[in-house]
């Protein structure tokens, strides 16, 4: 299930290997994908065309991606960007885009943190839909006031920790978030741990959802990340 | 205040430079004056002893042609009087009676004939007697009753007797003495003024250097942009300031050229790798079957793993050559400490670990967060993978000396012995270590690029301990 469907993006990437896969998994997601190679092209395509959103690498063969997308600025395409990066270090200006709303991500990635990363960028251009108080995901139910969460209307004995987690997973039904995600939005950390902490954790919280006879909800898909079930 | 600042002058190069040059300057214009006083003494020495020599040969003449009847002593006694009064050097505000000059007039017996002076002439006929005065060689005599020495000239009659013309050498000394008053009161004005203007000079000067130095130590590791003072002089401190900007330019781009490669080597790895995992992912999502997904997962695993090491490799080569690129922004080390403690607790406990916090409240750090939430996962995850079950961590946070030091204590087998002293160096690892060796040595890039260290080390009652110091700005 996918929010934005036929949503339609610009890929800027030179390799053709990246722009491939990307354009094949874009086109999965749920959007209306056109690739371009070269700042060029892909000048000549935003302009003439309208995107909802724009993906650009920044080693493009002819011009920096940086240039691109603020020339594209100026000529009044206003379409939020995602920035992808091989570099280690984050330029300035990409720093001052990414103040101005667009989003940054280096390679390599996973898809699954694309993904996020366009809806979370269409959600910023999209008026702010009403804060829930309460989030339900099948027979789950989270009162985001009073941090308790239930399952069947049986209370489950949550640290305050593993609210934060479970809620995360609840926006985030039917997705899957990777262990980077999680451990950027629920700790606050940009960290690559070489152990499994995030699984213990998953674990953990999977005990106390998925209690005996019920369907599991919480999934852990190896190599990728979790999902909860909304289905 | 000024205690703050009264110690750094009393210690700068300007006061110590002043003080030499003041005290190499006193001593020239001493000695030039030792030998200008001496020159003037014998001058006056030598002026006075031509007047007596002149006047007592004057009085021996007056002496020889008068008659020797009553008023022979009224004649001579007044023609010496009359010499008394052209005395050289005399000051002339002084009171009538002249008690600078004598004469004397003694016979062959030794008897004062004849006595013109202040006082009775005894004590200076017994000064005569005791110092024997040849004729022709004035000499100095002390007398009874006066504090100054007279000098005397003697000359001998026709008929045996000895004149004697003494001249205090009141005047004389009171004229050196003025001179030196004079000279010392003008020397300690100059000295002071000379002291004055090396220093103003040369702190003028030094001041330009200290702004180098404070320009320099302020361009720290990685902050390469900025460059020290420079005037328009072409003296030694401008030539200075050049030549240091010039190694700066120098440094620069040879950290430029470092991040150049650093950066297209990363470049390079990472877009074939995105790649792949792409691929990989795709190919993972089109499985149906778990067991045909395990050699997917684990390569994507693999990839990952590899992408951190590369990561961490060029940082901790960015590192040692100080070029590491730092975003620095305001971290409370107590707060991470704890999301990390949060997150590891359940994976420790799993393991049988205990961990303990000791810190008793925030503390801020300006740092690369990137890099501190890096390092201190690596720390961490150190523990959960070497420890032994039943094992405790203890962290330990406190600041010491305007620096944050972060203390990981465990009561596990402790580091093998033989790697300790190697610990911070690439690829360096324990025998059983699944690792890539990189660990401490990113964690002491970390520490180095922020500007502090890293120490590990035994306990004595056994267990490992490492400790980091960060300074908090």
């Known amino acids: ?231 | 205040m000024s205690s703050r600042t009264a110690k750094p002058i009393l210690h700068s190069a300007a006061w110590r430079i002043s003080l030499w040059a003041t005290l190499a300057f006193a001593c020239g214009t001493m000695l030039v004056f030792v030998f200008l006083h001496r020159f003037v003494a014998d001058d006056i020495q030598r002026r006075s002893d031509a007047w007596l020599s002149g006047e007592v040969e004057v009085l021996g003449d007056v002496a020889a042609r008068t008659p020797k009847d009553a008023v022979y002593g009224r004649v001579v006694g007044e023609v010496a009087e009359l010499a008394g009064k052209e005395v050289p050097n005399r000051l002339l505000s002084e009171s009538s009676e002249n008690d600078s000059v004598f004469f004397l007039q003694a016979g062959s017996d030794g008897s004062a004939k004849l006595w013109v002076g202040a006082g009775s002439g005894e004590p200076n006929l017994r000064s005569i007697r005791a110092a024997s005065i040849l004729p022709g060689r004035p000499t100095d005599i002390k007398v009874q009753g006066f504090d100054i020495p007279f000098r005397v000239a003697s000359m001998r009659m026709e008929d045996g007797s000895l004149i004697y013309l003494g001249l205090s050498e009141r005047d004389e000394l009171r004229v050196l003495r003025n001179l030196r008053s004079r000279f010392i009161l003008l020397w300690m004005l100059l000295v002071l003024l000379g002291f004055g203007i090396v220093f103003y000079t040369t702190r003028r000067m030094l001041s330009h250097v200290r702004q180098i130095t404070e320009a320099a130590s302020r361009i720290g590791h990685s902050d390469l942009n900025a460059r020290v003072p420079t005037t328009q002089r072409s003296d030694e401190v401008g030539q200075l300031a050049l030549t240091l900007n010039h190694m700066l330019d120098r440094i620069e781009n040879s950290m430029h050229q470092l991040h150049t490669i650093t950066d297209s080597l990363a470049h390079d790895l990472r877009s074939p790798l995105t790649a792949i995992r792409g691929k990989l992912e795709m190919s993972l999502s089109a499985v149906a079957q778990p067991e045909q997904s395990e050699p997917i997962v684990s390569a994507i695993e693999e990839l990952d793993r590899l992408d951190d090491f590369l990561n961490k490799s060029l940082d901790v080569a960015e590192a040692k050559a100080d070029a590491l690129r730092l975003i620095r922004s305001e971290i409370d080390l107590d707060g991470l400490l704890r999301s990390m403690i949060d997150l590891y607790e359940p994976s420790m406990s799993e393991r049988g670990l205990q961990i303990a916090l000791r810190s008793a409240a925030p503390l801020k750090i300006f740092a690369d967060a990137s890099l501190i939430h890096r390092m201190i996962a690596n720390l961490f995850d150190n523990e959960l993978k070497h420890l032994p079950a039943a094992c405790t961590v203890t962290i330990k946070l406190q600041t010491e000396d305007s620096a944050a030091v972060l203390i990981l204590q465990d009561d596990g087998p402790g580091f093998d012995p033989q790697v300790l002293p190697h610990m911070f160096e690439r690829r360096v690892k324990g025998k059983d270590s699944q690792g890539h060796g990189l660990g401490l040595a990113f964690i002491d890039a970390v520490a180095r690029a922020h500007g502090g260290n890293v120490s590990a080390c035994n306990r004595i009652t056994g267990g490992a301990q490492v400790a980091v110091t960060l300074p908090l700005t």
């Open chain 1, 1 to 231: 299930m996918h929010y934005y469907p036929f949503m339609r993006l610009l890929l800027v990437e030179d390799e053709l290997d990246i722009r491939s896969f990307l354009k094949c998994s874009l086109e999965e997601a749920g959007y209306q994908v056109d690739a371009a190679a070269d700042g060029r092209t892909a000048e000549k395509l935003a302009i003439e065309g309208v995107y909802d959103i724009l993906i650009v690498d920044l080693g493009l063969p002819d011009q920096d991606g940086i240039s691109l997308i603020l020339k594209l600025r100026q000529r009044g395409v206003n379409a939020p960007v995602l920035i992808l990066s091989a570099r280690r270090s984050v330029d300035d200006r990409v720093r001052g885009l990414e103040q101005g709303g667009d989003d940054y991500l280096t390679k390599p990635f996973a898809l699954a943190e694309l993904l996020a990363r366009l809806r979370n960028l269409l959600k910023r251009n999209s008026p702010p839909d009403n804060q829930p108080t309460r989030l339900r995901v099948l027979d789950l139910e989270l009162d985001l006031l009073r941090r308790e969460a239930t399952r069947s209307g049986q209370l489950l004995q949550l640290t305050p920790q593993e609210f934060v987690l479970l809620e995360y997973l609840c926006r985030n039904a039917g997705r899957v978030v990777t262990r980077s995600m999680v451990l950027d939005k629920v700790w606050g950390m940009r960290i690559q741990p070489d152990t499994n902490v995030v699984d213990v954790h998953i674990y953990r919280l999977r005990g106390k959802v998925d209690g005996k006879g019920q369907q599991p909800l919480i999934r852990t898909l190896r190599g990728v990340g979790y999902v909860l079930k909304d289905r």
